[in-house]
């Protein structure tokens, strides 16, 4: 079953084997018009077998909100999360006139 989680200062979220779980930023993402960008998990997780994108992984022009990481743990052994551990990076890319994100999770 799904449910809300907010982990307390000081501690962490345990992802066990094999188990997915969303997480959002701390971080606000605000992009103008003509920037998009790209999640990408770090290396230094990727090596330990946490994915932290599956499938959306693009940031919408004009958007400006906290992005929701896909948490996947691929290795045998469960995984402490920590509040403001830096799982992944942004790669951004100008784009050709100008886009903005409409959608849904306009505001989240």
Not at 31 to 47: K, Q
Not at 71 to 97: D, H, K, W
Request: charged residues 20%; proline residues 6%.
């Amino acid at each position: 079953s799904l449910r809300d989680l907010k982990v307390q200062p000081g501690g962490y979220f345990l992802l066990r084997p094999g188990q997915a779980a969303l997480a959002k930023t701390i971080e606000r993402v605000r992009l103008p018009e003509s920037i998009c960008a790209w999640i990408g998990g770090r290396s230094r997780f990727a090596r330990v077998g946490l994915v932290v994108h599956i499938t959306a992984s693009f940031i919408h022009p004009g958007v400006n909100n906290r992005q929701v990481l896909e948490l996947y743990n691929a290795s045998p052994l469960p995984m402490a999360i920590y509040p403001g551990t830096r799982l992944c990076q942004l790669v951004f890319q100008e784009t050709r006139g100008a886009g903005r994100y409409e959608g849904l999770f306009k505001n989240q």
